[in-house]
């Protein structure tokens, strides 16, 4: 769909609207998408389509990323969401630590109405440092947010919080580096 200038210029227009305000859009998603749409999956739908359109170049021609085995459905929670590409733009010093928590602990709190217009910024940030985005993970994110906001939030803050703190993590070098197990009272 995002093969030709124009249909990526026309979707690129929908960045941040609610899909009412998304005219040249219909055109490209009422085909592909279901006639009965739970509206908040719709706008999800909108939104990762505009996200994609607006992709920088080098990120379009980048190679995607496929699953690398069969059983993708099963791995789904272990795909990167939103916080884990947050946590990698900190790890590759894309964005400083203090901006990614601030901006990830801001979305958690928000509405679908507050977080759409959010992302185009930050999604351009993030691929522009070359940090991939899972679009499938962030549509289902969105189609579900408003009902299930808390469990979404706590898998972006889990996600963030482990990528980071395995970059952070300090080397121990107090801790006896013996291979002997026995105990000091074992003689």
Request: aromatic share 6%.
């Given at each position: 769909?995002?093969e030709?200038?124009?249909?990526?210029?026309?979707?690129?227009?929908?960045l941040?609207?609610?899909?009412?305000?998304c005219?040249?859009?219909?055109?490209?998603l009422?085909p592909?998408?279901?006639?009965?749409?739970?509206p908040?999956?719709?706008?999800?739908?909108?939104?990762?389509?505009?996200?994609?359109?607006?992709?920088?170049?080098?990120?379009?021609?980048?190679?995607p990323?496929?699953a690398?085995?069969?059983n993708?459905?099963?791995?789904?929670?272990?795909?990167?969401?939103?916080?884990?590409?947050l946590?990698?733009?900190?790890?590759?010093k894309?964005?400083?630590?203090?901006t990614?928590?601030?901006?990830?602990?801001?979305?958690?709190?928000?509405?679908t109405?507050?977080?759409?217009?959010?992302?185009?910024?930050?999604?351009r940030?993030?691929?522009?440092?070359?940090i991939?985005?899972?679009w499938?993970?962030?549509?289902e994110?969105l189609?579900?947010?408003?009902?299930?906001?808390?469990?979404i939030?706590?898998r972006?803050?889990?996600?963030?919080?482990?990528?980071?703190?395995?970059?952070?993590?300090?080397v121990?070098?107090?801790?006896p580096?013996?291979?002997?197990?026995?105990?000091?009272n074992?003689?």
């Open positions: 769909m995002c030709s200038n124009g249909a990526r210029a026309a979707l690129r227009r929908g941040g609207l609610p899909v009412e305000r005219n040249y859009l219909h055109r490209y009422v592909r998408l279901p006639e009965r749409l739970h908040d999956a719709k706008r999800a739908h909108y939104a990762v389509a505009a996200l994609i359109a607006a992709r920088p170049r080098a990120a379009r021609n980048a190679t990323v496929s690398e085995n069969e993708a459905a099963a791995d789904w929670y272990a795909r990167p969401n939103l916080g884990a590409a946590g990698q733009a900190v790890n590759k894309v964005l400083k630590p203090t990614a928590e601030s901006a990830l602990h801001l979305m958690c709190r928000q509405s109405g507050t977080i759409h217009p959010a992302l185009p910024a930050l999604t940030q993030l691929l522009n440092g070359g991939a985005i899972d499938a993970v962030l549509l994110d189609a579900w947010w408003n009902r299930d906001r808390d469990r939030a706590t972006w803050l889990e996600a963030y919080f482990r990528i980071t703190s395995v970059e952070q993590a300090p121990d070098d107090t801790s580096q013996s291979t002997d197990v026995t105990e000091e074992d003689s």
